[in-house]
Each structure stands twice: as structure tokens, then as C-alpha cells.
């Protein structure tokens, strides 16, 4: 499996963003496709996640209410929808998979796609 993140942007605060996640292969039904972020000189931190083949959602407390992450069958796809975005959203935003089913922690993720930047300007 590969993945390839897409749909960064500079965009003003309160404004929205759509990142998309291609996946090469198909992912098995207990995988995990998750969307990380890392914003300069921080640690790499977990923002959503959603199982391949029962659709649950995770997200993080920072952004639970306003971002959503979903599938798209058609394209094989995992899309992050971010509304009303905030400076701190700022960040380099990167798309994983997790074989083991593992949600919270990017150590248990095995393959990364390359990071799309999302800037948000006060």
C-alpha cells in the first residue's frame, strides 16, 4: 500500500480544507488510515483516524467537532474535511496506515504517505 496526501493550502482562519489521501492497493478491513500533523519544531501528533472496514472515527480533543475524516469507496480514498480552521491548525499534515489496527500513536503506523502543508493565517 501506498499512499499519496493531496489538498494543502494557505487559507484565512475560520475558512475549510479538504486534504485527500490516494491509496495505492486496498487496504484490509482491519487496517487503520490515519492523518497526523507535525507543525514546526513540534512532535508528530495524531488528528483523526477511521478503520478500513467498519467505518469508526477517532479523532483528536483538538479538533473533534470540526474536522471529519471519511472514506471515499469510489477513489479509494480517506479524506480530512478541517472547518473552521485556526491558526494552530498550522501544519505539515501526513496520511498513515496502520496494519495492526492501532489508532492513537504514530509509532504503530507502517507506511506514511509524504506530508501536504496547510497554513492558516490569522
Known amino acids: 500500500v501506498q499512499l499519496q496526501a493531496s489538498g494543502g493550502g494557505l487559507v484565512q482562519a475560520g475558512e475549510s480544507l479538504k486534504l485527500s489521501c490516494a491509496i495505492s492497493?486496498?487496504?484490509?478491513?482491519?487496517?487503520?488510515l490515519g492523518w497526523f500533523r507535525q507543525a514546526p519544531g513540534k512532535e508528530r501528533e495524531f488528528v483523526a483516524a477511521?478503520?478500513?472496514?467498519?467505518?469508526?472515527?477517532y479523532y483528536a480533543d483538538s479538533v473533534k467537532g470540526r474536522f471529519t475524516i471519511s472514506k471515499d469507496n469510489a477513489k479509494n480514498a480517506v479524506n480530512l474535511l478541517m472547518n473552521s480552521l485556526k491558526p494552530e491548525d498550522t501544519a505539515v499534515y501526513y496520511c498513515?496506515?496502520?496494519?495492526?489496527?492501532?489508532?492513537?500513536?504514530?509509532?504503530?503506523?507502517?507506511?506514511w504517505g509524504q506530508g501536504t502543508l496547510v497554513t492558516v493565517s490569522s
Open positions: 477511521i478503520r478500513w472496514g467498519s467505518r469508526n472515527t
Open positions: 498513515a496506515r496502520s496494519r495492526r489496527g492501532s489508532i492513537w500513536t504514530a509509532l504503530e503506523y507502517d507506511e
Open positions: 492497493g486496498r487496504p484490509f478491513s482491519s487496517s487503520v
